[in-house]
């Protein structure tokens, strides 16, 4: 994406004798701007999936041009309020439009807002396609904790705000989410995916995730679903491919199946009717 | 009350001989149909509901200073987050600005007597007070205060999840003060239209009354849209209707839409007029004209067609709505903003800036405001919403936006309050709390950028997971305190410059009609008018050498 750090630089009314200062004042953020690869995060996270990390490159890109455009816009305020202090009582010069100028700075804004947007379209349509793929979760979230199941296979996972459940996940595959919600609303929110959606009553969502690396990470409710909605936490674990095979397996043992079915049955007092957290039932990981 | 009737007016002898005569004293302001006196209270009750969301806000900042704080209890957590934004929002922001100064200064400024229907004006605000205790009153019955957050996201709100009278109090009050708004938006329109002064066309109106007439239209168009949602949020939870959940066949998101098609222009609702405010101060203390004045309008009209159409904004990680759509009106709302910046740049261009405590605010309004107004650029794009939506990046940048309306709403008390009191403010104490202010809005809100960038999510009593976050949460609880600090500021300024400093008809060389007249403004406003030939009457009339220049005629030659 192109930001277009020469553009504001015309945006300034009359700047004819001080141009250059604005000139150099813009010089390193010029370069900052090209030196595309190295640019800095702004402190989001580089993300460990495949649509993370588009989502990390676009918002690094809104950022440069967040800095570039408020930096200048800042030291414009700064020198008009600087340079043109009182310092008389002479009236001044009562000027009120000036055509060119005002539609310099209606113009380039509209040419941002589109490159802004050329580039969201092409990370969004990343972001939510839906490629086929047969490693498939079930997200059920609940008030307060989570369950995770795995259409066509015994494992069953569920936690609550007392004992954090974890999904497990396979690395370098494409991974189909579908969450849900069996009271009300909640939010399936993983930081370092830079990954949220909706879990709605009613309504299955769909993602796809793609992990890059193995790893275990944190994800939380975001949206407020009542009195613990601070601690309806749980974790997301990648493992190879290998592993995740080994992990289903163990589902399939006589005591592996005896822990799905006790996890299904939590599962499902909590779906049937929205009652008071149970305690705490997890099978599975470790 | 007559006694300073200017020796050219004629037409007063009729005026005088029905001179107001009404009660006085306290009887004066239950009774009263005067837009100004109306005003007042309104201002007055304003400002009392921002002491009171800012006590809120300091409880939470406390509670959320430690992981794993026992300050508050969970539930009571839940309930103070919930009234905090109400009470800015539906008690605060909105009254303030469409209630107190919009009162005060329409009429006054297109040289109109009262509003078009003083009656209506009056009920207007008694529906508003009712409303606010309504509200308030959440906090003495059994199970507290609502607690499902300011927006009340069915089915949370419904009767299952959230029994108990706070709720419906809740309801009750939102439908309270939605019925105030929208008889203020009523008044204002048809003041607008119809009591203007003779040679006050529409393009001529001060840029503060174009604002609030847009607003008010604004106001017409969504909050009859609220009023219905809540009506059918109290039938689902007392008359088994099943509109919004799921069980009836109802729909849960369809809250969301009802609830963001007004607050999505709700949010302009609140900012125009304390845009309006600041597009007034700037050019007055800079001496110039409004730069841009016509560019102005039709970004103001700008961003009200377009805040009619980006309501899903606040969606786009229910997976129910069309992204691109939303993402590119939203976008674009950027750029009359951005037009809106630069005329304000361009107003101090040049000028002679007299730094007095109402400039200060109105440039602490512009920066920012702009901190407040590039954040959410990222929040109009979908994949940056997803990761930012529902943490403190949002509470951030809504925060710096408001921050910057409140700068505005100070600012138009220390500039207008003379007119309406007849006494200045002190400007020591008002530069002091902008330091105060400006600096403690910058220091609460930054951490809160970069909290929200690490995965702090909103409405969290606790973050026992996260105990690395402390530090920045410190320190925005730090600004949080330094924002506390300027508050008390304003309220000792209120107590040592009451009656002390008389202001005169116009303390700050004014452009617009309210400064023709005398302050406080006599019953019905005014004793004489300037001609009206440009929107600046008070300053052509002082400054007749100096008027503004006409198209084409900007370079220095």
Same mark, same amino acid.
């Given at each position: 994406?192109?930001? $277009?750090?020469?553009?504001?630089?015309?945006?300034?009314?009359?700047?004819?004798?001080?141009?250059?200062?604005?000139?150099?004042?813009?010089?390193?953020?010029?370069?900052?701007?090209?030196?595309?690869?190295?640019?800095?995060?702004?402190?989001?996270?580089?993300?460990?999936?495949?649509?993370?990390?588009?989502?990390?490159?676009?918002?690094?890109?809104?950022?440069?041009?967040?800095?570039?455009?408020?930096?200048?816009?800042?030291?414009?305020?700064?020198?008009?309020?600087?340079?043109?202090?009182?310092?008389?009582?002479?009236?001044?010069?009562?000027?009120?439009?000036?055509?060119?100028?005002?539609?310099?700075?209606?113009?380039?804004?509209?040419?941002?807002?589109?490159?802004? &947007?050329?580039?969201?379209?092409?990370?969004?349509?990343?972001?939510?396609?839906?490629?086929?793929?047969?490693?498939?979760?079930?997200?059920?979230?609940? %008030?307060?904790?989570?369950?995770?199941?795995?259409?066509?296979?015994?494992?069953?996972?569920?936690?609550?705000?007392?004992?954090?459940?974890?999904?497990?996940?396979?690395?370098?595959?494409?991974?189909?989410? !579908?969450?849900?919600?069996?009271?009300?609303?909640?939010?399936?929110?993983?930081?370092?995916?830079?990954?949220?959606?909706?879990?709605?009553?009613?309504? !299955?969502?769909?993602?796809?995730?793609?992990?890059?690396?193995?790893?275990?990470?944190?994800?939380?409710?975001?949206?407020?679903?009542?009195?613990?909605?601070?601690?309806?936490?749980?974790?997301? %674990?990648v493992v190879t491919l290998k592993q995740y095979a080994a992990w289903q397996h163990s589902?399939?043992?006589?005591?592996?199946?005896?822990?799905?079915?006790?996890?299904?049955?939590?599962?499902?007092?909590?779906?049937?009717?929205?009652?008071?957290?149970?305690?705490?039932?997890?099978?599975?990981?470790? | 009350?007559?006694?300073?009737?200017?020796?050219?007016?004629?037409?007063?002898?009729?005026?005088?001989?029905?001179?107001?005569?009404?009660?006085?004293?306290?009887?004066?302001?239950?009774?009263?149909?005067?837009?100004?006196?109306?005003?007042?209270?309104?201002?007055?009750?304003?400002?009392?509901?921002?002491?009171?969301?800012?006590?809120?806000?300091?409880?939470?900042?406390?509670?959320?200073?430690?992981?794993?704080?026992?300050?508050?209890?969970?539930?009571?957590?839940?309930?103070?987050?919930?009234?905090?934004?109400?009470?800015?929002?539906?008690?605060?922001?909105?009254?303030?600005?469409?209630?107190?100064?919009?009162?005060?200064?329409?009429?006054? $400024?297109?040289?109109?007597?009262?509003?078009?229907?003083?009656?209506?004006?009056?009920?207007?605000?008694?529906?508003?007070?009712?409303?606010?205790?309504?509200?308030?009153?959440?906090?003495?019955?059994?199970?507290?205060?609502?607690?499902?957050?300011?927006?009340?996201?069915?089915?949370?709100?419904?009767?299952?999840?959230?029994?108990?009278?706070?709720?419906?109090?809740?309801?009750?009050?939102?439908?309270?003060?939605?019925?105030?708004?929208?008889?203020?938006?009523?008044?204002?329109?048809?003041?607008?239209?119809?009591?203007?002064?003779?040679?006050?066309?529409?393009?001529?109106?001060p840029i503060f009354t174009w604002n609030l007439l847009v607003t008010s239209i604004l106001?017409?168009?969504?909050?009859?849209?609220?009023?219905?949602?809540?009506?059918?949020?109290?039938?689902?939870?007392?008359?088994?209707?099943?509109?919004?959940?799921? $069980?009836?066949?109802?729909?849960?998101?369809?809250?969301?839409?009802? &609830?963001?098609?007004?607050?999505?222009?709700?949010?302009?609702?609140?900012?125009?007029?304390?845009?309006?405010?600041?597009?007034?101060?700037?050019?007055?203390?800079?001496? %110039?004209?409004?730069?841009?004045? %016509?560019?102005?309008?039709?970004?103001?009209?700008?961003?009200?067609?377009?805040?009619?159409?980006?309501?899903?904004?606040?969606?786009?990680?229910?997976?129910?709505?069309?992204?691109?759509?939303?993402?590119?009106?939203?976008?674009?709302?950027?750029?009359?903003?951005?037009?809106?910046?630069?005329?304000?740049?361009?107003?101090?261009?040049?000028? $002679?800036?007299?730094?007095?405590?109402?400039?200060?605010?109105?440039?602490?309004?512009?920066?920012?405001?702009?901190?407040?107004?590039?954040?959410?650029?990222?929040?109009?794009?979908?994949?940056?919403?997803?990761?930012?939506?529902?943490?403190?990046?949002?509470?951030?940048? &809504?925060?710096?936006?408001?921050?910057?309306?409140?700068?505005?709403?100070?600012?138009?008390?220390?500039?207008?309050?003379?007119?309406?009191?007849?006494?200045?403010?002190?400007?020591?104490?008002?530069?002091?709390?902008?330091?105060?202010?400006?600096?403690?809005?910058?220091?609460?809100?930054?951490?809160?950028?970069i909290l929200g960038l690490k995965g702090m999510p909103r409405r969290m009593a606790v973050?026992?997971?996260?105990?690395?976050?402390?530090?920045?949460?410190?320190?925005?609880?730090?600004?949080?305190?330094?924002?506390?600090?300027?508050?008390?500021?304003?309220?000792?300024?209120?107590?040592?410059?009451?009656?002390?400093?008389?202001?005169?008809?116009?303390?700050?060389?004014?452009?617009?009609?309210?400064?023709? !007249?005398?302050?406080?403004?006599?019953?019905?406003?005014?004793?004489?008018?300037?001609?009206?030939?440009?929107?600046?009457?008070?300053?052509?009339?002082?400054?007749?050498?100096?008027?503004?220049?006409?198209?084409?005629?900007?370079?220095?030659?």
């Amino acid at each position: 994406m192109e930001v $277009q750090p020469s553009a504001p630089q015309g945006a300034g009314p009359q700047p004819t004798k001080h141009r250059r200062r604005w000139i150099a004042a813009l010089i390193p953020l010029t370069a900052l701007a090209l030196s595309g690869c190295t640019l800095p995060s702004f402190g989001a996270y580089k993300s460990d999936t495949t649509t993370g990390q588009e989502t990390y490159h676009l918002w690094q890109w809104f950022s440069v041009g967040a800095v570039i455009i408020g930096t200048f816009t800042f030291l414009l305020i700064v020198w008009a309020v600087l340079r043109y202090r009182r310092k008389g009582d002479t009236i001044p010069k009562q000027s009120q439009y000036h055509i060119p100028l005002e539609l310099l700075y209606t113009i380039i804004p509209v040419i941002i807002v589109g490159v802004l &947007f050329w580039g969201t379209v092409v990370v969004e349509n990343k972001v939510v396609a839906m490629p086929k793929t047969n490693v498939k979760i079930h997200v059920n979230a609940f %008030k307060w904790g989570w369950g995770f199941t795995y259409p066509g296979q015994n494992a069953v996972v569920v936690g609550n705000t007392t004992q954090e459940p974890t999904m497990v996940m396979p690395v370098g595959t494409d991974v189909a989410v !579908t969450i849900t919600s069996t009271d009300v609303m909640h939010g399936f929110y993983i930081p370092q995916f830079n990954f949220s959606r909706y879990a709605l009553p009613g309504v !299955t969502n769909e993602v796809t995730f793609h992990a890059v690396k193995t790893g275990t990470f944190t994800g939380q409710c975001s949206q407020l679903c009542g009195l613990y909605h601070s601690l309806m936490y749980f974790k997301v %674990k990648v493992v190879t491919l290998k592993q995740y095979a080994a992990w289903q397996h163990s589902f399939d043992t006589p005591a592996g199946k005896l822990a799905a079915q006790a996890a299904a049955n939590a599962l499902k007092i909590q779906m049937s009717a929205g009652l008071p957290v149970v305690s705490a039932v997890t099978a599975g990981v470790n | 009350m007559t006694a300073v009737i200017s020796p050219d007016t004629h037409h007063d002898d009729a005026h005088e001989a029905h001179e107001h005569h009404g009660p006085t004293g306290v009887l004066k302001w239950l009774t009263t149909t005067d837009h100004k006196i109306i005003g007042l209270s309104y201002t007055v009750t304003a400002v009392l509901m921002l002491v009171i969301g800012g006590f809120f806000a300091e409880l939470i900042r406390v509670q959320l200073s430690a992981p794993y704080e026992h300050f508050l209890s969970f539930a009571q957590y839940n309930e103070v987050f919930t009234m905090h934004g109400s009470i800015m929002i539906y008690l605060f922001a909105g009254p303030m600005a469409f209630g107190a100064l919009a009162n005060i200064i329409v009429p006054i $400024q297109i040289g109109a007597p009262d509003m078009a229907f003083p009656r209506l004006n009056a009920l207007s605000y008694w529906l508003y007070l009712t409303g606010s205790i309504t509200m308030l009153s959440g906090f003495f019955v059994s199970g507290g205060a609502a607690n499902f957050g300011w927006v009340g996201y069915a089915p949370l709100s419904s009767a299952a999840n959230s029994p108990g009278a706070g709720a419906d109090l809740w309801i009750g009050a939102l439908l309270l003060t939605g019925f105030s708004a929208i008889f203020t938006g009523v008044n204002i329109c048809a003041t607008v239209f119809y009591l203007r002064a003779p040679g006050m066309t529409l393009f001529r109106m001060p840029i503060f009354t174009w604002n609030l007439l847009v607003t008010s239209i604004l106001i017409l168009l969504a909050f009859p849209v609220l009023t219905a949602g809540l009506i059918m949020l109290y039938c689902d939870r007392h008359f088994g209707t099943h509109i919004f959940s799921v $069980q009836g066949g109802g729909v849960p998101v369809l809250w969301q839409h009802i &609830f963001w098609f007004w607050g999505h222009p709700e949010v302009y609702i609140l900012a125009l007029p304390f845009f309006g405010m600041v597009t007034e101060i700037i050019p007055v203390f800079s001496r %110039k004209p409004v730069f841009g004045y %016509k560019g102005m309008v039709f970004a103001t009209l700008t961003i009200a067609a377009l805040s009619l159409g980006v309501w899903a904004h606040h969606m786009f990680t229910t997976g129910t709505v069309l992204l691109p759509f939303f993402s590119i009106m939203s976008l674009l709302i950027a750029v009359p903003t951005g037009i809106k910046l630069f005329n304000w740049i361009g107003s101090m261009w040049r000028g $002679q800036i007299w730094f007095s405590a109402a400039m200060l605010f109105a440039i602490g309004f512009v920066i920012t405001f702009l901190i407040g107004g590039l954040t959410g650029i990222y929040l109009a794009s979908p994949p940056l919403d997803f990761f930012t939506h529902d943490t403190y990046f949002v509470v951030a940048h &809504f925060h710096s936006v408001v921050m910057a309306l409140v700068m505005g709403g100070i600012a138009g008390l220390y500039y207008w309050g003379p007119k309406i009191t007849g006494y200045l403010l002190n400007e020591t104490i008002g530069k002091i709390q902008f330091w105060f202010l400006f600096i403690g809005s910058q220091v609460f809100t930054l951490p809160l950028y970069i909290l929200g960038l690490k995965g702090m999510p909103r409405r969290m009593a606790v973050y026992p997971n996260n105990p690395g976050w402390q530090h920045l949460n410190e320190i925005a609880t730090f600004g949080a305190v330094l924002i506390g600090i300027s508050t008390v500021l304003f309220v000792v300024n209120i107590l040592v410059s009451w009656k002390k400093y008389p202001a005169g008809d116009n303390p700050w060389d004014g452009h617009t009609l309210e400064w023709f !007249t005398t302050s406080p403004p006599p019953h019905h406003n005014f004793y004489r008018l300037p001609q009206i030939r440009s929107e600046r009457p008070t300053w052509d009339y002082n400054h007749p050498e100096a008027p503004a220049l006409t198209h084409g005629t900007h370079e220095e030659k």
